[in-house]
């Protein structure tokens, strides 16, 4: 008779483990039917907890998995099968999960340490050998907790620096989602001051320790460990990153690798690029950067962003002919962008002595501010631009990029009617600019700029003085204001 009954309540049990992604109600009446023969039952009880937890019941959730509790806080340890090892753990994990919700974070935290202490005694000591039953449980223990800690940035720094080095082989989701979240912690949160400087690499002696490096802690928080780290980095091959950016960088690369070339990336995936370009901005590395908009341009040829971005990038490495070519590529798949044509129009005018074409950039760009601004004012519906391209700002610094072309145009100028005709163009111009961006002192300096040219001093001096009341540091507007006065 015992052994039927057992018998009866395994497949009792059976019968709720297929009804419970069917239906709520079948699934609760034979929740009840196997409590019935046994109350106590551990297994029972963690699929009504999970039950519960996926009608949104957190409450009767709770109240099942505290009367389960934990059968691997018993001396001596029970000896369990893979499966009843694999209940355990979600119960587990699911109570952490409802303690999450319930806003109480320190219980949640000590809730999936206890997922990953019950792993360890399951599976001999070492999360190495947890089976592909209970690693996506593992996982997501050391994900949550992880991301638990966002109230303070070396918790949540260390924590995630945990997740990323614990012995258990992590899934693509959950690294890519870590990866994403520490590089996000590590470029917006985190400066120099408030960097949890990571521990040395562990010399051969000592690697036998590795295997707890999910519940040890990984970093130390002195800024003494940086001189440690240096002098262990020169003596291995392992890098060691020395400030935020650089470990934002390493998270980055690696988080690049979960990218598949041959699928076509989410927009969120995309934005890795921008990121590890910021971090490379900060480091002034800027052929990195357009190795990394290169690579990107392998995940999507067609995104304006990241031509736009090379071009950029090719700029600041002072690769001014390759950058034009970019733009060119920019300006067929969008010809009427203003932003696109008046970094072109920089280029040529600045760097490349093209003032003839710098000037057609610029009255492109001025045609289509022009026009943008004439239908922002007349309250028409804008479909070539959003608003932001209809301030009269960037219509200023159009006719800036213009008026600068002409005036540069009229010290190349060898006949005088031409030198004073470029002149006149320069001098309407940049009156334009500096009508419509009273503020700017780059429309105020090169105003100056012109008068001195057209030897006026005292309007040249009165609008460098105008350029240096905006901005006080800038150091060419000194330079001709010395030259103006000796």
Known sequence: DHREQIAAH?????????????????????????????PAHKET???????????????????????????????????????QTRVILEAQLIRGLCEELGGRHDIATATYTGVLTAAEQAFGGSLTTVDSMSRPIVEKALLRRALLHFSSIDKSIDMLRRCLSAPVELSPETSRIALRVLCKVLLRDTCLESYPFMAPPPSSSSSSSTANNALSPSVSHTSTTSTTANTSSSSSSIFVPQD???????????????????????????QLYDELCIAFSRKHQYSSIVDVYERSLGHNFLHLHQWHQLALALMSSGRYKRAMLILAECMIRDPTNPCILLLAAKICINHLDQIHDGIEFSSRAVEILAHSNDEYDSHTDMHVHPSSFSSKMWLGRAYLALGTAYSKKSVQSKSYAEREEYQELALVTLRKAHALAPSDHHASFHLALLYADIRDIPLAIQYCKVSLAQDREFVLGWILLALLTS
């Open 10 to 38: 395994n497949a009792q049990i059976k019968l709720c483990r297929d009804r419970i992604h069917r239906n709520y109600t079948d699934a609760r009446t034979a929740l009840e039917g196997a409590r019935r023969m046994d």
């Open 45 to 83: 009880l963690a699929l009504a907890g999970r039950l519960e937890y996926e009608d949104k019941n957190m409450k009767k959730a709770m109240e099942y998995l505290e009367a389960m509790g934990n059968p691997f806080d018993m001396r001596p340890v029970p000896v369990t099968t893979p499966h």
């Open 244 to 270: 935020e950016t650089e470990e934002a960088i390493l998270a980055l690369i690696h988080l690049e690798k979960y990218l598949n070339p041959g699928l076509t990336p989410h927009q969120g995936d995309l």
